[in-house]
């Protein structure tokens, strides 16, 4: 089995767009979302929920009332304003735990808190694991990891050959945590001066992780001179292009009808888009 991570360096690249017309072209594969804070695969797939499961992250404070002597102290030493009419507002909360243990009375609990639910849901590619972290919630490093170890499972009992993940954007912990132990990231990046900068940086973010590293210039015809650019930043970092997909119009429509563009009717990208996948398999697979 087989992990393919697809990613980008910001957002709006076209990432999630390219990841869900892979899906459609893989015979044999387990869907992943990883983009927990902002995921939106599910909008292309339409999956029908079979299981949903709940994710508790860091645990946040609780004042016990009857305990209280309203001192003031946790209000003073809460750094994120927090605390107010000796009540704790869970979103401010981050649960440093700094009042808990200041507290003279012991009335500070910190206790088990919902952050987001996952599911195991079915759609015409195959399963499909996805997520949905809670406004303002943190730990999304770890909804990703429980994702991924729900995807995984389901591949050994299915007996998939691959696992196609659709990553989170940008640099942080849960784009590391959905690098992790992967086979190959696939880079999804667009001919504009912002993608250019933060290519170079999710690269060197994944080089860390000691999987394959591909690019794909998505929208590539709207700045040809852009897209050379990033073919010499890719010769310059020893990465392949393994794909370049022609902006087109029928990828909006693909979006405003909420479906994978390779499931609309035939567009350039169409054949663009095979190209990529069928580069992928010859490395992975």
């Not at 992943?32 to 645990?59: I, Q, R, T």
């Not at 210039?217 to 292009?241: Q, T, V, W």
Request: hydrophobic share 40%.
């Amino acid at each position: 089995m087989k992990e393919l991570t697809v990613i980008s360096g910001k957002g709006g690249t076209g990432k999630t767009s390219i990841t869900a017309a892979l899906a459609t072209l893989a015979s044999d594969a387990v869907i992943c979302d990883c983009d927990v804070d902002a995921a939106n695969l599910h909008l292309l797939l339409s999956p029908k929920v079979n299981n949903k499961a709940e994710f508790y992250g860091m645990k946040k404070a609780l004042i016990n009332q009857d305990e209280c002597t309203q001192c003031g102290q946790c209000v003073e030493l809460c750094n994120f304003d927090a605390i107010s009419d000796y009540t704790v507002n869970s979103m401010a909360c981050e649960g440093c735990q700094l009042c808990h243990h200041a507290c003279p009375s012991g009335a500070v609990e910190m206790v088990d808190h919902l952050a987001g639910h996952w599911y195991i849901s079915e759609t015409q590619c195959g399963p499909f694991v996805h997520a949905k972290l809670g406004i303002a919630e943190g730990n999304s490093g770890l909804l990703v990891a429980e994702v991924r170890k729900a995807a995984r499972r389901l591949a050994e009992e299915g007996n998939k050959s691959i696992i196609i993940t659709d990553g989170p954007p940008g640099i942080g912990c849960p784009v590391i945590s959905s690098l992790a132990d992967t086979n190959m990231a696939l880079v999804v990046t667009e001919p504009t001066i912002s993608a250019i900068h933060d290519l170079e940086r999710i690269v060197k973010v994944a080089k860390n992780f000691g999987c394959y590293i591909a690019v794909c210039i998505n929208k590539y015809n709207l700045n040809e001179e852009n897209s050379r650019y990033i073919e010499g930043i890719s010769r310059k970092l020893n990465i392949p292009i393994v794909g370049r997909v022609s902006y087109d119009p029928v990828m909006h429509e693909a979006i405003v009808r909420n479906m994978p563009v390779t499931l609309v009717p035939k567009g350039k990208v169409h054949d663009e888009i095979k190209t990529l996948w069928a580069q992928v398999q010859k490395i992975l697979l």
